[in-house]
């Protein structure tokens, strides 16, 4: 089999995993060597799925000895196996990025023999991407569950981020889908990369040229809608793994059917991404704007509501929060304001010490005004003709898009005319419309959500 | 300072030239409607005067802009030479005006007209620079990295440190269709030159098994059952495929 083949093969195999970021880490070049890595990370090109292409995402072999049902390796499929070498690897990685196709390698891997000669092998070829090629581009690695924890450190001295894929939110997810995988084999790898990276902190703080350890961080990816996990669940697990774990990024991932099995979503169902967009939304909300997951979605109403963005929602549910002042409001304060982002609201700070703000200067800011004339005051004065009532600002904050995103099969159709009545939108479209599982389901396993994994 | 509504000053298009217009400008007490580059286009209803280009009188003015202004002030104009917004140059020297009356705060006035089309015309640039250090596609010619781009921002001086900074050891050129501009880098050093026209041979066999193997990846790293093809258009412009290699026929 060709390099070209093997390429297919392993692209392919390895499409479904989403985190393709080549940022976090800022590295200049060296006369000698090959790359360097930029902080805000550089998109190659966009794949016909809208998907950015930053890293050549590849798996090292999709033989796998597990059989995970979600996944399009597992051992029990019938489809082509092969392996790259680590010389073929590495050759391809060099070729592709010397014509700057890529920013670096993205290497994951099936389970081959066991996950101690797996990581072994994935070692092998960073190391002769580093060591014989000196590239000093970007790599990100993903730790094989299981794998010996001296492994693991000296994967982490060679790559820039190091990730361990969750994949399923909750212990009793992986007990029936992966029964091989176990939370403590997730979480171990995870725990030593983060003391890994504290570890080296303080050492670069005493010794400037200590290795690096996985420098750009860790992040990790959660599948959304295979289970009957809740938004609650989910987002309260990406909050803990930030916190505790201290993780760059959790990202999610739309769960596509790829097989027919009793314990998942039909074949024939499509994959939730309009959950997945929210549920970025609310990962946005909680890394930048000072939100936790508790404001958005809690125990009482555990999933989010697909109609309407997050943010939005919190503010209408808080109206006696607004509005606010644009002139005096504290940045945190700005940022609650649906229509300002993070960059809107600092451009806000930084002009209102030339003067004061009007709607118009607001508008030049880029600040959508269409949403946030709801909610803020310039020199005391509401924008001009707002009426603020739940009912009118939420008609005011639905745009054409996001009903276009409603699918057809949320029950009657939604128009733009005939602008839908409050308590239909904030009390949420049947969840079965958008993927989540049949309710029979979530009965099913509904018992067994105690048992979430502990972090 | 006098407003003459109708002089235009006329200069070489070297940001050393236009800064000569700001000191012309300053010397004479007068204030130009218009400044543009030499291009053998008739005024006739407005008064021209031919700016010299004096190397010492526009070091004068870029020094004042960092005394007067800032540091950053000075990395903004000359940012801002390179941007493709229309009235580049009357705007750039409002800006310096502006900034010789509010000093570093210029840069808070967002909301006025002129700090707020520069501003956002700098980020353009900067936007459309970071771009390209993503979209430019070098083939590969006898180990010489050659790739022709067509950018409407003068981007090569900031693609030009990045790409020197990526690869200090190989020699690569990047040509500019639009402005007809290149930047060639040896491991010995860089330089930025004009070039009206770049022909280039055949690619060998080598490369385009290359091409066929970046191709293989691009297409299959796409989840069919996710295609969405007007989100790829929103991150990546059609403007920018066709010299990019995994847009070419075949």
């Known amino acids: 089999m060709d390099v070209l083949d093997k390429l297919a093969i392993l692209t392919d195999a390895a499409k479904y995993d989403v985190a393709c970021t080549s940022s976090g880490v800022d590295r200049s070049g060296q006369p000698g060597k090959m790359g360097s890595a930029v902080a805000s990370g550089i998109c190659h090109s966009f794949a016909a799925d809208g998907r950015c292409i930053s890293l050549l995402k590849v798996l090292m072999t999709n033989q796998c000895v597990y059989d995970c049902k979600y996944c399009v390796n597992r051992v029990s499929r019938d489809t082509p196996r092969t392996a790259f070498t680590p010389n073929e690897l590495a050759d391809l990685t060099m070729n592709f990025y010397r014509r700057n196709y890529i920013e670096g390698l993205f290497l994951s891997s099936g389970v081959m023999k066991n996950p101690d000669y797996t990581t072994e092998r994935m070692i092998q070829a960073i190391e002769i991407l580093r060591n014989e090629h000196n590239f000093n581009g970007y790599i990100h690695v993903k730790a094989i569950p299981g794998a010996d924890s001296a492994l693991i450190q000296r994967m982490g001295l060679l790559a820039d981020r190091m990730s361990v894929n969750i994949e399923l939110p909750s212990e009793s997810g992986l007990e029936s889908l992966a029964p091989q995988k176990k939370p403590e084999a997730i979480l171990r790898p995870m725990a030593l990369i983060r003391s890994g990276i504290e570890e080296n902190t303080s050492d670069l703080a005493l010794y400037r040229h200590a290795p690096k350890f996985v420098p750009a961080g860790q992040s990790t990816q959660l599948i959304i809608g295979a289970t009957p996990d809740s938004d609650h669940r989910i987002l309260s697990l990406s909050e803990g793994l930030y916190n505790k774990y201290k993780l760059k990024r959790v990202f999610f991932s739309a769960y596509n059917p790829v097989v027919e099995d009793p314990l998942l979503p039909s074949v024939f169902s499509a994959p939730p991404l309009l959950r997945e967009h929210r549920l970025y939304q609310a990962d946005w909300l909680i890394r930048f704007y000072g939100f936790s997951a508790g404001e958005i979605v809690d125990a009482k109403s555990p999933n989010m509501n697909l109609a309407i963005d997050p943010k939005a929602n919190w503010a209408i549910r808080h109206l006696d929060e607004f509005p606010v002042e644009i002139n005096r409001a504290s940045y945190d304060r700005l940022l609650r304001v649906p229509g300002i982002g993070v960059l809107s609201a600092r451009k806000i700070l930084q002009a209102r010490r030339a003067g004061s703000l009007n709607f118009d200067g607001l508008k030049k800011l880029g600040v959508v005004l269409k949403r946030a004339k709801f909610f803020v005051t310039c020199q005391g004065k509401i924008f001009e003709g707002v009426v603020i009532q739940p009912d009118t600002v939420l008609r005011g904050l639905l745009s054409k898009n996001d009903l276009q995103m409603l699918p057809a099969a949320a029950g009657e159709q939604l128009s733009f005319t005939d602008v839908p009545d409050m308590a239909r939108i904030m009390g949420g479209v049947p969840a079965s419309a958008f993927g989540y599982l049949p309710e029979e389901r979530t009965r099913v396993n509904a018992g067994q959500y105690e048992f979430g994994i502990h972090i | ?250």
């Open chain 2, 1 to 250: 300072m006098q407003d003459n509504t109708n002089l235009v000053y006329i200069y070489d298009g070297t940001l050393e030239g236009f800064l000569c217009c700001v000191y012309e400008s300053y010397v004479h007490h007068e204030i130009p409607c218009e400044i543009c580059m030499e291009s053998g286009q008739l005024h006739i209803f407005e008064e021209t005067q031919w700016i010299t280009t004096d190397l010492e009188h526009a070091g004068k003015i870029y020094e004042s802009i960092d005394r007067k202004i800032s540091l950053e002030a000075q990395a903004f104009i000359k940012n801002a030479f390179l941007t493709c917004i229309p009235n580049r140059e009357i705007l750039m020297y409002n800006f310096i005006r502006q900034g010789y009356q509010f000093g570093r705060a210029v840069f808070d006035r967002l909301t006025d007209d002129t700090v707020g089309a520069l501003t956002k015309a700098v980020r353009n640039l900067q936007r459309e620079a970071h771009s390209f250090m993503g979209f430019v596609r070098f083939t590969i010619y006898d180990g010489i990295l050659v790739s022709c781009i067509s950018p409407k921002n003068m981007v090569l001086p900031l693609l030009s440190d990045h790409f020197t900074n990526r690869y200090p050891d190989e020699t690569f050129l990047i040509y500019d269709r639009t402005h007809q501009m290149a930047v060639v880098h040896k491991p010995e050093g860089t330089l930025i030159t004009a070039m009206s026209k770049l022909t280039l041979p055949p690619i060998d066999d080598a490369e385009k098994a290359y091409h066929t193997l970046w191709k293989c990846f691009q297409h299959t790293i796409a989840i069919e059952e996710r295609f969405n093809p007007k989100c790829q258009m929103n991150h990546m412009p059609k403007r920018f495929w066709a010299e990019m290699t995994e847009f070419e026929n075949g």
